[in-house]
């Protein structure tokens, strides 16, 4: 349970920065603000915080579990940087064509860590 814990309070940290960064970044940015920024607060709280509380605590010993960390957390990071080079851009009047992959290679990556996660359950599951 400690590993999972653990897990939810970094990313409820990191909850906690980005709604820090939404607030502060638009007065640098000339009062003006982008709903990218804020996007970044319950993606984080939902798929961190939430998902990370809701585990069994025997899935953190479990074979493959550190494949299905990685992979998800990568995922979920790389929707975070998408979303605030988005935010980033949005404010400043430009757009890049290169963030539009940040949102297919990052529920890709998630995708993947949570096939890892199913077959996790479905090994308990199986009789000895």
Partial sequence: MGSLRKTSIVY??????????????????????????FAVCPVLAVFGVVFFLCLRPWVANAKGYRLFLNAYNFGVATI????????????????????????????LSSAIGL???VYIFRK????R
């Fill in 12 to 37: 409820a940290a990191l909850t906690l920065l980005s709604l820090a960064i939404a607030f502060i970044y638009p007065v640098f940015g000339h009062g003006v603000y982008s709903v990218y920024l």
């Fill in 80 to 107: 975070v940087c998408g979303l605030l080079l988005s935010g980033v851009f949005d404010i400043a009047g430009g757009d890049s064509g290169i963030v539009i992959w940040f949102f297919y290679a990052g529920p």
């Fill in 115 to 117: 096939v890892a996660l």
């Fill in 124 to 127: 308990r599951r199986k009789p």
